[in-house]
């Protein structure tokens, strides 16, 4: 065990799947001999050649939909989109196909594949580069949706994620690729979809939050009773976790870097309401991003909820 990065971490995934299993393979665009645009897939070309590290053409919608073609008729491809604001010219068929197929053939088939993508703010990169819409893919019935927050989440995140049968869409927080290092086992391991993790036990506050946010939630969280969850995945997630800890702390904040409106804290703050109202002392509160499309570079930091805009979150629902 040692300590390395989520880039390494999801190298070493990919490598034991890899090994582990002949279906798997991986396509995108410049991901054998480049290593992929963050260097995720470097070596890998060497060790299982050609046949399984396929580079694409520019062309995301293609990619998408041959990963559908390998998916349903047996392999576990794996693709990589170089940015999530790339995805959207592949939802036709994400939307369309891969999340359909198992209900449009009653069972009968189904599509095993992975779309890996660097998401969020904070590498200062053009626009399309920083994108966090993740409560799009959520909203598709079909598709599971994963954001791990360490290396090792991620290696045991994405793992079971090759292995499901469904597709996943894997968001990487591109902001926090080689920002942090933590220790992961060397043996291979997998970390169930649907399952939070409890980072921190708390009284008072219950404090939601993932991907790169969590870091940022757990700074804030210091001087207060906070309860921190992790989600890890965010469809379908884990709403037993949720409702345990707001049950006990009677309070609830949510983190997300993604725009406020319709975003996935609210599901989840609707979710309590439904489920847990009678247990809340305070109001159910967002910190997101504003209603606004992803800035440039120069306003990126003025865009992603800070530690400061956290805190206060906090400080108010202990008002009450």
């Given at each position: 065990?040692?300590?390395?990065?989520?880039?390494?971490?999801?190298?070493?995934?990919?490598?034991?799947?890899?090994?582990?299993?002949?279906?798997?393979?991986?396509l995108g665009e410049d991901?054998?001999?480049?290593?992929?645009?963050?260097?995720?897939?470097?070596?890998?070309?060497?060790?299982?050649?050609?046949?399984?590290?396929?580079?694409?053409?520019?062309?995301?919608?293609?990619?998408?939909?041959?990963?559908?073609?390998?998916?349903?008729?047996?392999?576990?491809?794996?693709?990589?989109?170089?940015?999530?604001?790339?995805t959207y010219g592949a939802?036709?068929?994400?939307?369309?196909?891969?999340?359909?197929?198992?209900?449009?053939?009653?069972?009968?088939?189904?599509?095993?594949?992975?779309?890996?993508?660097?998401?969020?703010?904070?590498?200062?990169?053009?626009?399309?580069?920083?994108?966090?819409?993740?409560?799009?893919?959520?909203?598709?019935?079909?598709?599971?949706?994963?954001?791990?927050?360490?290396?090792?989440?991620?290696?045991?995140?994405?793992?079971?994620?090759?292995?499901?049968?469904?597709?996943?869409?894997?968001?990487?927080?591109?902001?926090?690729?080689?920002?942090?290092?933590?220790?992961?086992?060397?043996?291979?391991?997998?970390?169930?979809?649907?399952?939070?993790?409890?980072?921190?036990?708390?009284?008072?506050i219950t404090l939601v939050?993932?991907?790169?946010?969590?870091?940022?939630?757990?700074?804030?969280?210091?001087?207060?009773?906070?309860?921190?969850?992790?989600?890890?995945?965010?469809?379908?997630?884990?709403?037993?976790?949720?409702?345990?800890?707001?049950?006990?702390?009677?309070?609830?904040?949510?983190?997300?870097?993604?725009?406020?409106?319709?975003?996935?804290?609210?599901?989840?703050?609707?979710?309590?309401?439904?489920?847990?109202?009678?247990?809340?002392?305070?109001?159910?509160?967002?910190?997101?991003?504003?209603?606004?499309?992803?800035?440039?570079?120069?306003?990126?930091?003025?865009?992603?909820?800070?530690?400061?805009?956290?805190?206060?979150?906090?400080?108010?629902?202990?008002?009450?």
């Open positions: 065990m040692g300590k390395i990065t989520i880039v390494k971490a999801i190298n070493q995934a990919l490598a034991e799947e890899m090994a582990r299993d002949e279906d798997v393979v991986l991901i054998g001999q480049d290593g992929g645009v963050f260097r995720v897939t470097d070596g890998l070309l060497e060790k299982f050649g050609p046949q399984r590290v396929m580079d694409t053409p520019l062309a995301e919608l293609a990619i998408a939909g041959t990963a559908i073609g390998m998916a349903v008729y047996g392999l576990r491809p794996v693709a990589e989109i170089q940015f999530m604001g790339f939802l036709e068929q994400v939307f369309s196909h891969a999340s359909r197929i198992r209900s449009r053939s009653r069972g009968r088939f189904t599509c095993p594949m992975v779309i890996r993508t660097p998401y969020g703010i904070g590498i200062k990169a053009p626009e399309l580069h920083s994108e966090s819409a993740e409560s799009l893919y959520c909203h598709m019935p079909g598709i599971k949706v994963v954001a791990p927050s360490t290396p090792y989440n991620a290696k045991g995140l994405l793992i079971s994620a090759i292995r499901d049968d469904d597709m996943v869409l894997f968001m990487e927080p591109a902001s926090i690729y080689r920002a942090i290092k933590a220790e992961v086992p060397t043996e291979n391991y997998a970390i169930p979809l649907g399952k939070a993790a409890i980072m921190q036990e708390g009284d008072e939050s993932w991907g790169a946010m969590l870091h940022k939630a757990m700074e804030a969280s210091e001087g207060f009773d906070c309860e921190i969850i992790d989600l890890m995945t965010l469809k379908p997630f884990d709403e037993e976790a949720i409702l345990e800890s707001v049950r006990k702390t009677g309070r609830l904040v949510i983190v997300h870097e993604a725009t406020k409106n319709c975003g996935l804290g609210a599901e989840i703050a609707a979710l309590v309401a439904e489920e847990a109202l009678f247990y809340l002392k305070a109001p159910v509160l967002r910190v997101a991003g504003p209603e606004a499309v992803t800035p440039m570079a120069s306003l990126e930091d003025e865009y992603v909820p800070k530690v400061a805009r956290i805190r206060e979150a906090l400080k108010d629902v202990m008002k009450y």
